[in-house]
């Protein structure tokens, strides 16, 4: 009787900057495991200032992943091990890459690639965006990543933002009607981050009306020419929150990939 060989199981990642950055995602890992597929997790930034302990934001993902099915062990807090502390991510784009290169590399088999979307929401979203459509562009892993959208504050006034809305800049959109039982469930899920409850009050609202109006996942493929354009027309959020300007980010982003080896993707 022959031996059925044996067949590795694929594996789908997801990029975070920060712990609780995978409210963009919670119908997404759901679909990726019906696809059979294990899902692993990155966090890329500690999502604290330096020299404050992040064991707090980790463990709130760390409950509302494996509420989700994910295993404790195939979530790795990547911006802890790096010491790259919140909203410090673009100025530690190469061992973030390096890191990343090492980590993908340990998969024998990966079936998608899920990273923030490029949009001017949080100059760490997109400076993850950035190295790491880099990087799989380098590993002829381009075809199997796709962007989920966070907040952007594409033509909003101040102080206002939209959420889960992708970019038309970023290409055709690719969406999953969530069923209301899942919305319902995934409203309980936003509500576990009490680490963060001054950034949830804004974005819970927006989250509800999502899911009320829209009550859809919406992911995009990606570009690398997009990451040498301006996110969208008009002031960007982390502009209006003061945490970046275009020119500051774009420059340290540009440098970056200026740096890059030619050949070896080192």
């Known amino acids: 009787m022959p031996i059925e060989k044996y067949k590795v199981r694929p594996v789908s990642v997801f990029l975070f900057a920060h712990q609780d ?13 019906r696809l059979g597929r ?5 966090y890329f930034t500690s999502g604290v200032p330096h020299g404050a302990d992040p064991a707090r934001r980790n463990q709130e993902s ?3 992943l494996s509420r989700l099915g994910v295993q404790p062990q195939d979530v790795v807090f990547a911006g802890a091990q790096l010491d790259i502390a919140d909203g410090k991510l673009v100025d530690s784009l190469q061992p973030a890459f390096v890191w990343t290169k090492a980590w993908l590399s340990s998969f024998s088999s990966i079936g998608a690639v899920f990273v923030p979307a490029w949009e001017g929401g949080h100059p760490d979203h997109d400076g993850l965006h ?8 380098e590993l002829g892993l381009a075809a199997c990543v796709r962007q989920f959208p966070l907040y952007n504050a594409l033509r909003c006034p101040r102080p ?3 959420i889960l809305n992708p970019l038309s800049e970023n290409g055709p959109v690719s969406t999953t009607r969530i069923r209301w039982r899942q919305r319902i469930r995934f409203l309980g899920y936003a509500l576990s981050y009490p680490s963060q409850r001054g950034s949830w009050i804004g ?3 927006f989250l509800l009306l999502h899911y009320i109006f829209s009550g859809t996942q919406a992911v995009q493929a990606i570009s690398r020419q ?10 960007l959020y982390y502009e209006q929150r003061r945490f970046s300007t275009w020119t500051s980010l774009s420059s340290k982003i540009l440098a970056w990939l200026a740096s890059r080896p030619p050949e070896t993707g080192t």
């Open 21 to 33: 950055d995978e409210f963009g995602v919670y119908q997404q890992i759901l679909t990726e495991q």
């Open 38 to 42: 294990r899902i692993v997790c990155a």
């Open 62 to 64: 760390l409950a509302v």
């Open 160 to 162: 206002l933002f939209r």
């Open 203 to 205: 974005l819970f609202p």
């Open 226 to 235: 997009r990451i040498l354009e301006r996110p969208h027309d008009g002031l």
């Open 130 to 137: 950035a190295f790491a459509v880099q990087l799989c562009t």
